[in-house]
């Protein structure tokens, strides 16, 4: 039950003065940001998109531009998250922005749609995934398919809940692994198969029949889907040991890395597969492996697949619990979200509740398909909101300088505001592009959105009176 503004001033004013007040551990590096950044957007994107993508284009060359432009466009979003992340470097991450810049309606609905939507989405569906490729060691399908994904989430947040320091080296450990194990793809394919004959200039018609415009789109929602993940670095900043240096560094270095592989990656695919045997296979990446050392090879590439999955779940799930503790300490949320564990140190009522939706999510939705475009769709809003709030940011001077008047040490995104402006007519244009094209999911995923109505009028409702009763 949500308690009002009155109601926890009155409880904190009978905690005695010398009473230690557990708060957030702040031991996060940028090693740590980056390994977070990495671990939650190399999921499982690049293993289980390309083959979708190809379907949508005639020749690797028109594969290679489109995701080299929607590359771009995700690092200037990475730019426009630093300086965000700098000009408001506290816990919760675009929460924090857009309450900063629009008040708490909008607050309130960007962390709704995170828990409802958004945030534990990555949970359902990569769990889906990871459990997917589990099968190909051990079959599974039914009620133990969906257990086992349901135990997948639920060990992460097991993770999560004993402390950040465990759940961060699970992450540092699974991304070198992951980014070794992609690494290692690329360097096997430069050693064994380099010199085979190029598949590269193969030409075919694409699968979907229509124009280029309505194969455009869900492409480009692929691959927008597969980078996903730079926007929840700035969700832990309350526990970084200096956000104002780590989310900028976080921000360029894991983007550049990611951006790197991705392409390196979808081009060895080509190379090997051509576009006809791309399209034909489920699982690229075990496909090639097979062509290099054999079934050795495709098992060590659905065990990469599976640690990448995992990887990007976690990640998630330490940063987005963050914004469920960030509004409940505001008000905005349910009151026992408020809380930080005395022993572990971390907020371990938003864990649990991030984890039992997930799994909620999971069960009611069912498929990977549509836990990922209802997500999209989602985060396309909130990402038009932070881009305006930073324009906002900039006429105001926000974060430039601390209580005393002293400076601040701010990113500031190059080429503003043209950089910033491009980037958000891209994200604009995606979501009109997405709500016209596939107008009937997209009221779907927006009804997930707005159930936020009813709850969000209650609570700053009673929030206010019971701050007007005092």
């Known amino acids: 039950m949500y308690h009002g503004a ?19 551990k702040k031991s996060l590096t940028t090693f740590d940001g980056v390994a977070l950044l990495i671990g939650i957007t190399i999921g499982s994107g690049i293993y289980s998109t390309p083959y979708l993508i190809a379907g949508y284009f005639g020749s ?63 949970a359902a569906g990569l769990a889906i995934v990871a459990t997917d490729y589990i099968g190909f060691f051990v079959p599974l399908a039914g009620m133990s398919h969906t257990l086992v994904a349901l135990s997948i989430i639920v060990l992460l947040g097991v993770f999560n809940y004993v402390g950040v320091r465990w759940s961060a ?7 070198v692994m992951k980014v070794g194990g992609l690494l290692l793809f690329a360097a096997l ?22 124009n280029f415009l309505s194969n455009l789109i869900p492409a480009l929602m692929l691959i927008v889907f597969t980078h996903t993940g730079f926007d929840r670095v700035g969700y832990v900043a309350g526990e970084m040991k200096n956000p104002r240096e780590v989310i900028p560094r976080s921000m360029v270095i894991g983007l550049g890395i990611v951006i790197g592989v991705y392409v390196s990656v979808i081009t060895i695919y080509h190379h090997v597969l051509g576009m006809d045997a791309l399209r034909a296979t489920t699982i690229p990446a075990a496909a090639v492996a097979q062509e290099m ?4 090879g495709a098992t060590a590439i659905a065990l990469l697949a599976i640690i990448s999955a995992i990887s990007s779940i976690n990640g998630t799930m330490l940063s987005s619990s963050r914004v469920y503790y960030a509004m409940a300490r505001d008000g905005l949320f349910f009151k026992s979200l408020d809380y930080v564990h005395p022993r572990f140190r971390t907020p371990t009522r938003a864990i649990v509740a991030h984890v039992v939706w997930g799994g909620v999510l999971l069960v009611v939705r069912g498929s990977f398909e549509s836990i990922a475009a209802g997500m999209i769709f ?49 994200v604009v244009g995606l979501l009109v592009l997405r709500a016209v094209f596939q107008w009937r999911e997209s009221l ?27």
């Open 378 to 426: 989602a985060i396309l809003i909130f990402y038009t909101m932070t881009t305006l709030a930073l324009f906002k940011f900039r006429s105001e001077g926000v974060g430039e300088t601390g209580s005393d008047g002293s400076p601040h040490k701010v990113f500031r995104i190059p080429f503003y505001p043209v950089l910033p402006a491009l980037y958000l007519v891209g």
């Open 60 to 122: 690797y060359s028109g594969v290679l531009i489109t995701w080299l432009v929607v590359s771009a466009f995700v690092f200037t979003g990475g730019l426009v998250y630093a300086e965000l992340g700098t000009r408001v470097p506290t816990t919760g991450g675009e929460y924090a922005y857009i309450r900063r810049a629009w008040g708490d309606w909008a607050g309130f609905f960007f962390g709704w749609a995170q828990l409802i939507i958004i945030r534990t989405s990555p």
């Open 444 to 470: 779907v995923d927006l009804a997930f959105v707005l159930t936020g109505l009813p709850v969000a009028w209650f609570w700053l409702r009673r929030r206010d009176g019971a701050a007007e009763a005092l």
């Open 293 to 296: 050392i054999g079934s050795v």
């Open 169 to 175: 080296l699970f992450q540092r450990v699974t991304t």
């Open 189 to 210: 394919f430069l050693l064994l198969l380099s010199g085979s004959e190029s598949q590269l200039g193969s030409v075919s018609a694409p699968l979907k029949d229509g």
């Open 6 to 24: 009155g109601t926890r001033a009155r409880s904190l004013s009978q905690i005695p003065a010398d009473t230690p007040m557990a708060t957030l």
